[in-house]
T-cell receptor, first 110, second 113 residues
């Protein structure tokens, strides 16, 4: 079952913060986050595993609330290069396939 | 390190024609994925290979789609015959193992007229 992402789209000014949410109706083993720029391939950001810690990469971090079956991606002090569509992908078990959400379009303007 | 290579990048065909896509994964990556991505949507898995074995092809429309991964390296995805609804971007991805980061290729944009 496809995860739900919110918001569908967001526009930020450089330096502003954003949060993208991903939720599932099923218990999750892991959550993956990818960013895709227009006309390009999706690029891996991070994976959060059940029982794992919050992850971070530069000014992009994420959390995984297993009980609520939710993950949030935090972008702080956004840069123009952060623009793109952010996809979360979820796995119910360690041997399941990754199911991607519909994506959140993020645009950072000067 | 070379990334995932796909060809062709673009393909335009008439409906009912056959079409094939080719993928060369990153060297040493045992797991290979074929995804379909419609405009404004996330990638949808068509088939996953572990070496040369197709371990998940439940979403592959087997009446018209076929795939192979000879010698556990390159892979080919074929559609025969193509339908209008097959117009989409076909992405190939690979990963070192079953879990973890997937490395995506640039995709093949298919247009069926």
């Amino acid at each position: 079952q496809q995860p739900v992402q919110s918001p569908q789209a967001v526009i930020l000014r450089e330096g502003e913060d954003a949060v993208i949410n991903c939720s599932s109706s099923k218990a999750l083993y892991s959550v993956h986050w990818y960013r895709q720029k227009h006309g390009e391939a999706p690029v891996f950001l991070m994976i959060l595993l059940k029982g794992g810690e919050q992850k971070g990469h530069d000014k992009i971090s994420a959390s995984f609330n297993e009980k609520k079956q939710q993950s949030s991606l935090y972008l702080t002090a956004s840069q123009l290069s952060y623009s793109g569509t952010y996809f979360c992908g979820t796995e119910k078990t360690s041997y399941d396939k990754v199911i991607f959400g519909p994506g959140t379009s993020l645009s950072v303007i000067p | 390190e070379a990334g995932v290579v796909q060809s062709p990048r673009y393909k335009i065909i008439e409906k009912k024609q056959p079409v094939a896509f080719w993928c060369n994964p990153i060297s040493g990556h045992n797991t290979l994925y074929w995804y379909l991505q419609n405009l404004g949507q996330g990638p949808e898995l068509l088939i996953r290979y572990e070496n040369e074995e197709a371990v998940d092809d439940s979403q592959l429309p087997k009446d018209r789609f076929s795939a192979e991964r000879l010698k556990g390296v390159d892979s080919t995805l074929k559609i025969q015959p193509a339908e209008l609804g097959d117009s989409a971007v076909y992405l190939c991805a690979s990963s070192p193992g079953r879990l973890g980061e997937q490395f995506f290729g640039p995709g093949t944009r298919l247009t069926v007229l």
